[in-house]
């Protein structure tokens, strides 16, 4: 069975999840994702996760640079908040390959809350 996406949206969807790759980045995505819509002051997201400004800065830098963070300027703070459109886009790729297209896993496992501990 041929692939549904062409290997531009692969490499597209490989950068994201590798910009996710990392222990900090996953948190701060998940962190952001807690207070969607509003999202989070930079302060804000360095105090919670006990990370210093320097590190976060690169950091939110990645995961800007995948599509999966928007940062936008108000007055002296930046707010970061979780790109939803491409966490959804990244999402469909992954539940299309292994939900639908292969049926390698239960649609109802992964779309529900919560499933079997890995």
Known sequence: ?????????TARFAGMLAAMGTEPRLAIVR??????????VVGEIAAELGM???TLS???DKLKSA?????QREGTY??????TAGLEALLGFLYA???TRSKAVEPGRVT????PEL
Do not use: Q
């Open 1 to 9: 069975m041929p692939l549904t996406h062409p290997p531009t949206d």
């Open 78 to 83: 930046l707010r970061c908040t979780a790109h």
């Open 31 to 40: 962190l952001l994702l807690t207070a969607h819509p509003e999202g989070l």
């Open 97 to 99: 390959e292994c939900c």
């Open 52 to 54: 210093a400004a320097s």
């Open 67 to 71: 599509g999966l963070v928007a940062v």
């Open 112 to 115: 529900c809350c919560g499933g």
């Open 58 to 60: 690169h950091h939110l």
